[in-house]
């Protein structure tokens, strides 16, 4: 079960890029590898599969959309790896920044190829956003930006949709026709919201995303809109604390000093695991492919530069998520995310 007004508490004390601590927050752990040192020495290693480090966790918390799956097909290898490590007695809590609750997100996994016994859990950013969303509706109606297909987020909450003249809280999904729309397309709508000073609760911080190697706007890049025309946003999913104590807690709270994180971006998945005190595990070949070189043959150079740049660390890093070397994977015509 979901934490309830916890998480609402939560999530309104992390805000846009300025990351304000709130002392309500669960308390966090310490990585076993603490990152890059003052002069940078710290290296972070290629290895052939998750086989390399499993024995050392007994949970995983893997990204979704970039490690599983590419918004088109699941990738084999993703999928045998998180069943591999299941049959090895560990236990695995898909994360994802999706703004709908987990059960539609399960039936799109079914219906790209990943089934259910690659996972234990799957965590939203839709669940937790809920919990925000509630607490705003007792006070009047929500104005909803984003896709029909988000609409389930509301499934079953006391909430009312109303235009942007009567709304009292924004709730931001994503772009409405994300395959051609623009955030400039909703600036108008932005600035009309933004003089009555109302909140936007955005669900997926996100900026972009890739569907299929095209590249295409989220919910985070409205929210850095609204945010840039002087109004209060609160983001909800990776990095954001919330996630990571809601998808702990459907794993029976396991020390995190056992727990692997699995992402391919450094703002959302790295970021949020280094935050939360968790291991982390980079897939290259993800959102930041291009940075890299060859999808398949990562320069090793470029990506510890990046992690020095970026001041994120991890324990390890592979192209595509796999058990071991030679494991069924994507292949450099179907790129992930």
Same mark, same amino acid.
């Given at each position: 079960?979901?934490?309830?007004?916890?998480?609402?508490?939560?999530?309104?004390?992390?805000?846009?890029?300025?990351?304000?601590?709130?002392?309500?927050?669960?308390?966090?752990?310490?990585?076993?590898?603490?990152?890059?040192?003052?002069?940078?020495?710290?290296?972070?290693?290629?290895?052939?599969?998750?086989?390399?480090?499993?024995?050392?966790?007994?949970?995983?918390?893997?990204?979704?959309?970039?490690?599983?799956?590419?918004?088109?097909?699941?990738?084999?290898?993703?999928?045998?790896?998180?069943?591999?490590?299941?049959?090895?007695?560990?236990?695995?809590?898909?994360?994802?920044?999706?703004?709908?609750?987990?059960?539609?997100?399960?039936?799109?996994?079914?219906?790209?190829?990943?089934?259910?016994?690659?996972?234990?859990?799957?965590?939203?950013?839709?669940?937790?956003?809920?919990?925000?969303?509630?607490?705003?509706?007792?006070?009047?109606?929500?104005?909803?930006? +984003?896709?029909?297909?988000? !609409?389930?987020?509301?499934? *079953?909450?006391? #909430?009312? /949709? %109303? @235009?942007?003249?009567? &709304?009292?809280?924004?709730?931001?999904?994503?772009?409405?026709?994300?395959?051609?729309?623009?955030?400039?397309?909703?600036?108008?709508?932005?600035?009309?919201?933004?003089?009555?000073?109302?909140?936007?609760?955005?669900?997926?911080?996100?900026?972009?995303?890739?569907?299929?190697?095209?590249?295409?706007?989220?919910? +985070?890049?409205?929210?850095? !809109?609204?945010?840039?025309? *002087?109004?209060? #946003?609160? /983001? %909800? @999913?990776?990095?954001? &604390?919330?996630?990571?104590?809601?998808?702990?807690?459907?794993?029976?709270?396991?020390?995190?000093?056992?727990?692997?994180?699995?992402?391919?971006?450094?703002?959302?998945?790295?970021?949020?695991?280094?935050?939360?005190?968790?291991?982390?595990?980079?897939?290259?070949?993800?959102?930041?492919?291009?940075?890299?070189?060859?999808?398949?043959?990562?320069?090793?150079?470029?990506?510890?530069?990046?992690?020095?740049?970026?001041?994120?660390?991890?324990?390890?890093?592979?192209?595509?998520?796999?058990?071991?070397?030679?494991?069924?994977?994507?292949?450099?015509?179907?790129?992930?995310?």
């Amino acid at each position: 079960m979901m934490p309830n007004e916890h998480l609402f508490m939560l999530a309104a004390c992390w805000r846009t890029g300025q990351l304000t601590f709130c002392p309500q927050a669960a308390t966090r752990g310490s990585c076993r590898f603490p990152g890059p040192s003052a002069n940078g020495q710290m290296q972070a290693e290629e290895i052939s599969g998750l086989a390399a480090i499993a024995a050392d966790y007994e949970a995983i918390l893997c990204d979704v959309w970039g490690v599983i799956h590419n918004g088109v097909a699941a990738n084999p290898g993703a999928v045998e790896a998180l069943c591999r490590f299941r049959e090895n007695g560990g236990r695995v809590a898909l994360i994802t920044n999706a703004p709908r609750p987990n059960g539609p997100v399960r039936e799109q996994l079914l219906a790209l190829g990943c089934p259910d016994d690659a996972y234990d859990a799957i965590v939203t950013s839709g669940d937790v956003t809920r919990q925000a969303i509630s607490g705003y509706a007792k006070k009047g109606g929500i104005c909803h930006i +984003g896709p029909d297909r988000d !609409l389930s987020l509301y499934d *079953g909450l006391d #909430v009312t /949709l %109303v @235009g942007p003249d009567e &709304a009292v809280a924004i709730s931001c999904t994503g772009l409405s026709e994300d395959d051609v729309e623009t955030p400039d397309d909703y600036r108008p709508l932005l600035e009309k919201l933004a003089g009555r000073g109302i909140p936007m609760v955005c669900a997926n911080p996100d900026v972009v995303v890739e569907r299929g190697g095209t590249l295409v706007w989220c919910a +985070g890049a409205l929210a850095e !809109l609204y945010e840039e025309l *002087g109004c209060e #946003v609160i /983001l %909800v @999913g990776k990095p954001f &604390a919330p996630m990571y104590d809601a998808a702990l807690a459907t794993l029976g709270h396991p020390s995190r000093e056992k727990v692997l994180a699995i992402g391919d971006a450094f703002n959302t998945d790295i970021r949020g695991a280094n935050q939360a005190g968790i291991d982390c595990l980079m897939v290259t070949a993800g959102i930041h492919a291009h940075e890299f070189g060859h999808p398949e043959k990562p320069d090793l150079d470029k990506v510890r530069s990046r992690l020095i740049e970026e001041e994120r660390h991890v324990v390890a890093f592979l192209p595509r998520l796999v058990w071991s070397a030679g494991d069924a994977g994507a292949t450099s015509s179907d790129p992930i995310r």
